[in-house]
């Protein structure tokens, strides 16, 4: 049965990924339909955003108070009512306001299933699981495409609706599976909520909250970035500088699934210092004037070395703060991986916007530093 309960996990980390690049396919056809700035795309963005911020922030409360099966079932029915309203949404201030539930739940699922996951899995399958969320990233689009050629995007996010009504009842009916799970492990633990002050009193909270932000900022600085960069530096067209940041999340995705096996030979803090290494070697062939290919295998090698990290830190957790604490900790870390997704990568713009575009690895290079020695200075701590 334990087997079972992780069959349905991967299977929540697919459906976690599906909707994740829906907005940013559907938006140009969305634009003109709704007679809105292209801009605003930005304003449903921050409003998941947000809603997923306090989520990750209550994860730790919600999960003590109805356990991680029932935090992840309702999560996703919430995910689940949130896309089937966005595909019968008509006006932009609807998009908005089902904006909201959709951060909410999102939120919620993302932090509660790491945790449970973290404590109670090995470090390959965390870094699986989060392979499969790049699997479904990778299928939303495909799956919009799909819809836009046979109807419209209402039907893309229709069709993800479905699939995610499908895994809550899926969640739902397996409820004991996850309690059983819970009174089978050695390490449960029932502890009080943590309040956003004791978390940040901890030793060494502070420390990953750093390095979870810096790694999100990274990320998704360099997924958003990467094809600007290529176009106005290198002069690459506009459609080969778009395949390759299908690329760049094309190498997380095969990162995480080859760093599953390493991790049989590597523990956690190897595993995140050796993607730090293969993202400092990416982007100094971003900065070598080589060329526009040398820095085409910058940036690939810039996603292939971003795979462990976030899987590792998060399972790294439990060990670093005891189980009693991981809830509360990974909550806050999700919340700042959340806030380093939503600020950096506009800096970067309005730095590229005044500046140059140039800017782009050494930006990448001043945030890895960062990441690098807020997660070697929370490895000297004794928790």
């Not at 309702?74 to 949130?82: D, E, R």
């Not at 993302?110 to 969320?133: E, G, K, P, Q, T």
């Not at 795979?307 to 909550?331: E, L, M, N, R």
């Not at 380093?340 to 575009?357: D, R, V």
Request: charged share 10%; hydrophobic share 50%; aromatic share 10%.
């Amino acid at each position: 049965m334990a087997s079972f309960l992780l069959a349905i996990i991967y299977i929540s980390f697919i459906s976690l990924g599906l909707p994740d690049a829906l907005l940013g396919g559907a938006w140009p056809t969305m634009q003109k339909e709704f007679d809105v700035p292209v801009s605003y795309a930005g304003i449903i963005s921050m409003i998941i955003c947000f809603g997923t911020i306090v989520s990750s922030l209550l994860s730790d409360r919600m999960t003590k108070r109805f356990g991680t099966g029932k935090v992840t079932a309702m999560s996703v029915a919430l995910t689940a009512a949130a896309l089937f309203g966005f595909s019968l949404s008509s006006s932009f201030p609807m998009l908005c306001i089902i904006a909201i539930p959709y951060g909410l739940g999102a939120g919620g699922v993302d932090a509660s299933i790491n945790n449970y996951a973290a404590i109670h899995y090995a470090s390959r399958h965390m870094s699986w699981l989060h392979c499969m969320w790049g699997i479904g990233a990778s299928t939303g689009p495909y799956l919009l495409a799909a819809a836009m050629t046979n109807g419209s995007w209402n039907l893309g996010y229709r069709w993800v609706a479905i699939l995610q009504i499908v895994l809550t009842a899926v969640l739902f009916l397996t409820l004991p599976l996850w309690k059983e799970e819970k009174t089978n492990t050695k390490n449960s633990v029932k502890t009080k909520p943590l309040s956003i002050k004791e978390i940040f009193a901890i030793p060494g909270a502070k420390e990953v909250m750093a390095a979870f932000f810096c790694y999100c900022a990274l990320e998704s600085t360099a997924g958003l970035w990467a094809s600007s960069y290529l176009v106005m530096e290198h002069g690459v067209s506009k459609e080969t500088a778009a395949g390759l940041a299908t690329l760049f999340y094309t190498g997380i995705t095969v990162g995480r699934g080859i760093s599953g096996f390493v991790t049989y030979k590597l523990n956690d803090k190897n595993m995140i210092r050796l993607g730090q290494i293969i993202i400092a070697v990416g982007i100094s062939l971003i900065i070598l004037p080589l060329g526009e290919k040398t820095a085409m295998a910058g940036i690939v090698l810039v996603g292939f070395g971003c795979a462990p990290i976030y899987p590792c830190v998060i399972h790294s957790t439990p060990a670093h703060f005891g189980v009693d604490k991981s809830q509360a900790i990974v909550g806050v870390q999700m919340a700042c991986a959340y806030i380093g997704s939503c600020f950096m990568p506009p800096l970067f713009g309005i730095l590229a916007n005044h500046i140059s575009a140039g800017l782009l690895p050494f930006y990448l290079g001043a945030i890895l530093v960062m990441m690098f020695a807020a997660m070697e200075k929370l490895n000297k701590i004794k928790v």
